[in-house]
């Protein structure tokens, strides 16, 4: 019930709720990449607690591309008794030809004038370059919202502006060795029944009518149905987060191949910087991946993780 209402996602893109405080300079809070599919890496096991700390183990890892992304806008926020709320954009000059598609903005556009004394918070608005990922059929740019934290706001707005209009790396956001979080739409099943949906016990073959159902609705009293009550309903396609996932590599395919003999399956290749994520994460392939700083780490970084091998074989038995 944690995970209630079991809803589709408004956006595949994925909206991030929360953001975690940090310290030190200005630095962009999140990154936006596509989930390309998995492999298995060898590495020097870094987790000091581990029974094979030091040792070299093989692990599951998560290829995901990271294209530059680029930034077209400044949202500032102001705060009042209700929380904080939107003080207005302002979107960078040249760069209006790339939001053609997606906002109704004028030729004769003009940066809205921010009360500078009025701002709490400082988010960009960046472009995902869909164009840059051969997989990825559709070349419209996504437009979504990172926030920029660390530093004095006066510094923050300082950062921003030198963005403005600039691509920005992966590396910018995060390196090998840090803990990320994870946000992104699982893959959707639809409407679906309710053994599927909650993994309730099937009833008894003798049962009337069906077994693929619930027994009861609930009791007389309450006279109506809670929302306890495992029904059918839409599967899947939601939006859940992993947290604490670990960044093992960060690099380019023209300096070190990641590609598989035959492409990743239902993917192809990798033409971008791409990162690998120890473990899985949510989402099929293709899907949009936003990440995020971590906001419940408790193990520390570590300075780098020290690769020995990555699987490039055939994922297709070819």
């Known amino acids: 019930m944690g995970y209630y209402p079991r ?10 709720r929360s953001w975690p405080d940090i310290n030190g300079k200005p630095k962009l809070q999140g990154f936006v990449g596509f989930k390309a599919g998995t492999t298995h890496a060898l590495f020097v096991d870094y987790r000091k607690n581990s029974t094979t700390a030091g040792s070299e183990v093989a692990s599951s890892v998560t290829v995901v591309e990271v294209p530059p992304i680029k930034v077209v806008g400044v949202r500032y926020y102001g ?5 904080e709320y939107s003080l207005g954009d302002v979107f960078d000059k040249n760069s209006l030809s790339d939001l053609k598609d997606l906002l109704p903005i004028s030729k004769e556009y003009k940066p809205k004038e921010i009360d500078k004394n009025e701002v709490v918070g400082v988010n960009v608005l960046v472009l995902v370059q869909n164009k840059k990922v051969k997989a990825i059929s559709k070349k419209i740019p996504d437009l979504t919202e990172i926030r920029v934290g660390g530093g004095s706001i006066e510094e923050r707005i300082a950062y921003v502006n030198s963005l403005l209009g600039k691509e920005v790396p992966f590396d910018e956001f995060s390196k090998p060795g840090k803990f990320v979080d994870v946000i992104a739409v699982t893959q ?26 619930i027994g009861t609705l609930g009791p007389w009293h309450p006279d109506w149905v809670r929302n306890t009550v495992p029904q059918a309903g839409q599967t899947g396609f939601h939006q859940r987060t992993e947290f604490n996932k670990r960044v093992l590599f960060y690099g380019n395919p023209s300096e070190k191949p990641i590609v598989p003999a035959g492409g990743f399956v239902n993917y192809g290749e990798v033409v971008n910087n791409y990162i690998l994520i120890h473990g899985s994460i949510p989402g099929p392939i293709k899907r949009p991946i936003k990440m995020r700083d971590p906001i419940r780490q408790t193990v520390p970084d570590v300075e780098g993780v020290k690769l020995t091998y990555v699987s490039v074989e055939s994922k297709q038995g070819v």
């Open 7 to 16: 809803k589709r996602a408004r956006s595949i893109i994925p909206h991030i």
């Open 79 to 83: 705060s009042n008794p209700y929380g």
């Open 188 to 213: 959707g099943y639809g409407f679906q029944g309710h053994i599927k949906r909650w993994g309730v016990k099937l009833l008894p073959y003798k049962n009337r009518k069906h077994r693929r159902m």
